[in-house]
Nanobody, 123 residues
């Protein structure tokens, strides 16, 4: 079992930046893919970005150029650097960890989820 704890959310003005962190504990040695998903009120959950243990990345094209995922396998941490934030980025951001595939955007492949950290972009 893997436990995930996110941090770094908050309220920022449009154009601002935030850096989300997710620390994994427990059987973190079994983790292959780590990802950030988000869910805005009244909308379906969507993937933001994924990173495999080997460093391969997938980014949602709507966020490319603004969001960057990174990972430290030794410290069991994954980050999401977000710049040029827009009100449409307001959502609850979840960290997820999978143990089967190297990189995947399918939420069903992720068996471990954090509680989420709220990001609000508002003037």
């Amino acid at each position: 079992q893997v436990q995930l704890v996110e941090s770094g959310g908050g309220t920022v003005q449009p154009g601002g930046s935030l850096r989300l962190s997710c620390v994994a504990s427990g059987r973190s040695d079994t983790i292959t893919s780590m990802a950030w998903f988000r869910q805005a009120p009244g909308k379906e959950r969507e993937y933001v970005s994924v990173i495999g243990r080997g460093g391969g990345r997938i980014i949602n094209m709507s966020m490319k150029g603004r969001f960057t995922i990174s990972r430290d396998n030794n410290k069991n941490i994954v980050w999401l650097q977000m710049i040029s934030l827009e009100p449409e980025d307001t959502a609850l951001y979840y960290c997820a960890a999978g143990t089967a595939k190297e990189t995947t955007v399918d939420p069903d492949d992720y068996t471990n989820w954090g509680q989420g950290t709220q990001v609000t972009v508002s003037s």
